[in-house]
């Protein structure tokens, strides 16, 4: 299965995913103000090349195809912010879309399933324009002043944004329980880092027949496999191997610290890379007050393994089998599919909080030495 990210000027569009199957064909029709006349019309679906029109008489048709059910984005004109709207695409009856001068709102009418994402699309986009124009405010912002107050209150109010967004896509599916749509936006919601009491709630509130498709047996397994790594949940102890050819225990680092953090990590990760100078920087203001870190790594090669922890400077412990990827066993013991992820765990043995990165690592464990 593969991941796709499109984007519409600086806007990030929900992801699409596709596998190998029966390619399903498409049409967009529009209309619009004549104003947009001779405006250029770019639609981009899935991982295939955008396909490119232009308004003429008020209207335009765009055509395609996916090899499932997912998104397509279609945009008028080059202008920033970008002028665009996303739409569901099934197949089937042709989606119309109704427009003024502005093809953001407009109305969509045709395809059934075009229709009924709407209604959720058109409530997610001030929420997701809110959190670009926060992104941006928070990108002006010079790096050693993000943690000053206005940066910490953007950083906040955009953890909200995504809640938000969650929380409206969630009410959805659960008024749409038969609906493949609402199997196919909560896999998308729940993403690569599958949070259990979360998705699984919702999960269960769908069809039978949806929830024991092969799909639906496969995307269970997924969500139960991520139940060691939910807050509330008592930390599972393991056993690997140190950079130096030791033995090591998550328990021998905890009983040493307050707080513990496991750092799902590898040198060929870089996501995992650029997130290393915010653990550090936790380690150095933190350690001093009983934070440990044990980073588990996914690497199979010692010697980039090694080389990695060098040249990020991550004085800590750290762990691995050096075998392949996510078939690392304490990575399959917390249902690891995906890096960086990690887990801060207290005196107690209990996860108090999973998959913190950037500011939202810093200010939680601000949070909890305060108390």
């Not at 008028?76 to 709102?105: M, N, R």
């Amino acid at each position: 299965m593969k991941r796709y990210l499109l984007l519409a000027g600086n806007m990030l569009v929900m992801a699409l995913y596709t596998n190998a199957q029966d390619s399903t064909a498409f049409t967009i029709h529009g209309k619009m103000n004549p104003s947009r006349n001779n405006a250029g019309i770019m639609m981009i679906a899935g991982s295939y090349k955008p396909v490119r029109t232009t308004v003429k008489d008020g209207e335009f048709s765009v055509s395609g195809s996916l090899k499932e059910p997912g998104f397509a984005m279609i945009r008028v004109g080059d202008g920033i912010p970008a002028d665009y709207i996303q739409v569901y695409i099934t197949g089937g009856k042709t989606v119309e879309l109704i427009a003024g001068d502005s093809i953001k709102y407009a109305k969509v009418k045709g395809n059934e399933k075009a229709v009924e994402y709407h209604d959720l699309y058109s409530k997610l986009i001030p929420v997701q324009s809110e959190e670009v124009s926060l992104r941006n405010r928070w990108m002006a912002i010079p790096e050693a002043s993000r943690r000053d107050e206005e940066g910490r209150k953007i950083s906040a109010r955009r953890r909200e944004l995504a809640q938000k967004q969650k929380d409206l896509t969630y009410t959805f599916i659960d008024k749409h329980p038969k609906s493949t749509l609402s199997f196919y936006l909560l896999k998308t919601t729940a993403g690569m880092f599958i949070n259990y009491s979360e998705v699984m709630p919702h999960f269960q509130k769908l069809d039978v027949t949806l929830r024991t498709s092969a799909d639906g047996m496969d995307f269970e397994k997924k969500i139960n496999g991520s139940r060691n790594m939910q807050a509330g949940t008592p930390v599972k102890n393991f056993e690997s191997t140190t950079p130096e050819g030791t033995k090591l225990s998550l328990r021998e680092v905890m009983d040493k610290g307050t707080y513990t953090l496991i750092d799902f990590w590898a040198s060929w990760c870089t996501p995992c890379r650029a997130e290393n100078p915010t653990v550090v920087k936790a380690y150095e203001q933190f350690h001093p007050k009983g934070l440990n870190i044990i980073s588990v790594s996914l690497d199979d090669k010692a010697e980039r393994w090694k080389a990695a922890i060098q040249k990020d400077g991550m004085p800590w412990y750290h762990v691995s089998s050096l075998i392949a990827g996510f078939k690392d066993p304490i990575a399959q013991m917390y249902g690891i599919n995906a890096i960086p992820q990690n887990a801060l765990v207290n005196s107690k043995g209990v996860i108090v909080a999973v998959n913190l990165r950037g500011d939202a690592l810093l200010d939680k464990l601000e949070q909890v030495f305060a108390q």
